[in-house]
């Protein structure tokens, strides 16, 4: 098993984060369970907060509760069922969401918190209700950005534009959370095909172009089979080693408690 992070980075020491993505599909939850058990280093206890889920009762509280470290909590304000955008979602369903209400609805869950990671649904400018969107809930919480990105094809234009939309705004994220959702960094082929040079390019490019801090998240199903003991900078990312000091190794922060097929379950379920 790997060991605990035991010093927690400079731009991690707040505790406090709203996890938003570069859009829809790129791992919050998994960045948020990993984001979880790195704060764990300096907070035993915190709370995983989820304002909206649409799509399903509770699923994204559900996986996190499953893979969360054992001091932390979670809840999920409001479920809707189709997925879809919180505002047409809600729409659907009859039940209007009024956004002070909200804000009020999540300071009360995680005002009391040492810790704490705010879901947010989709990207910056998913929109709740009207033209109050994700980005405005996030600013009225008063809590840091972090930005959860894939590391694939297409995401520099996305992770670009997210982090200059934050930066315009004047919340730039903590940091970026890239995670590896195709498997792409790591890898056993003797020869690097096209997905792993792109995606060791684009984390390259982020680093070097946005001098942000960097998490490196995982391919689920390594993390399931433990390969998360590898580190990354020996194996496949030999290119962006000289940025290794803004990288935090976050295989050392996940305990391996689940077996591969369930891990995988949950995810495609998720």
Same mark, same amino acid.
């Given at each position: 098993?790997p /060991?605990?992070i035991e010093?927690?980075?400079?731009?991690l020491?707040?505790?406090?984060?709203?996890?938003? $993505?570069?859009?829809t599909?790129?791992?919050?939850?998994f960045c948020s369970?990993i984001?979880?058990?790195?704060? %764990?280093?300096?907070?035993?206890?915190?709370m995983?907060?989820?304002?909206i889920?649409? /799509?399903? *009762?509770g699923?994204d509280?559900?996986? &996190?509760? @499953? +893979?969360?470290p054992?001091?932390?909590?979670a809840?999920?304000?409001?479920?809707?069922?189709?997925?879809a955008?919180?505002?047409? *979602?809600?729409?659907?369903?009859?039940?209007?969401i009024?956004?002070?209400?909200?804000?009020?609805e999540?300071?009360?869950?995680?005002n009391?918190?040492?810790a704490v990671?705010v879901?947010?649904a989709? $990207?910056?400018y998913?929109?709740?209700?009207?033209s109050? &969107?994700m980005?405005?809930l996030?600013?009225?919480?008063?809590?840091?950005?972090?930005?959860?990105?894939?590391? $694939?094809l297409?995401t520099?234009n996305h992770?670009?534009?997210s982090f200059?939309a934050?930066?315009?705004?004047?919340?730039?994220p903590?940091?970026?959370?890239v %995670?590896d959702?195709e498997?792409s960094?790591?890898h056993?082929q @003797?020869?690097?095909?096209?997905?792993?040079?792109?995606?060791?390019? !684009?984390i390259? +490019?982020i680093l !070097? +172009?946005?001098k942000t801090?960097?998490?490196?998240v995982?391919?689920?199903? !390594?993390?399931?089979?433990?390969?998360i003991k590898?580190?990354?900078n020996a194996v %496949?990312l030999?290119k962006?080693?000289?940025? %290794?000091?803004?990288?935090?190794?976050? +295989?050392?922060a996940w305990p391996?408690?689940a *077996?591969?097929?369930? &891990?995988?379950?949950d995810?495609?379920?998720?």
């Amino acid at each position: 098993m790997p /060991g605990k992070i035991e010093k927690l980075p400079a731009f991690l020491q707040n505790g406090r984060f709203f996890i938003t $993505g570069t859009g829809t599909g790129v791992g919050k939850t998994f960045c948020s369970v990993i984001l979880s058990w790195i704060l %764990s280093a300096r907070f035993p206890k915190g709370m995983y907060c989820k304002p909206i889920q649409t /799509g399903g *009762s509770g699923l994204d509280e559900i996986f &996190f509760r @499953k +893979y969360c470290p054992a001091g932390w909590h979670a809840r999920t304000l409001h479920n809707y069922t189709v997925p879809a955008s919180p505002h047409l *979602s809600s729409l659907l369903d009859q039940k209007k969401i009024m956004p002070e209400k909200l804000v009020r609805e999540c300071r009360r869950v995680t005002n009391a918190a040492d810790a704490v990671i705010v879901e947010g649904a989709g $990207g910056l400018y998913v929109p709740i209700r009207g033209s109050f &969107f994700m980005l405005d809930l996030m600013r009225e919480l008063g809590i840091m950005p972090v930005l959860a990105a894939y590391a $694939g094809l297409g995401t520099l234009n996305h992770t670009l534009l997210s982090f200059h939309a934050l930066k315009k705004e004047g919340v730039p994220p903590a940091c970026i959370m890239v %995670s590896d959702t195709e498997g792409s960094l790591w890898h056993t082929q @003797k020869k690097k095909n096209n997905k792993n040079l792109i995606a060791e390019d !684009n984390i390259q +490019y982020i680093l !070097n +172009y946005l001098k942000t801090p960097v998490i490196i998240v995982p391919h689920m199903e !390594n993390i399931a089979l433990g390969k998360i003991k590898i580190n990354y900078n020996a194996v %496949s990312l030999i290119k962006i080693k000289k940025f %290794s000091s803004r990288i935090v190794p976050c +295989y050392a922060a996940w305990p391996c408690r689940a *077996s591969f097929e369930e &891990f995988r379950h949950d995810r495609i379920r998720n």
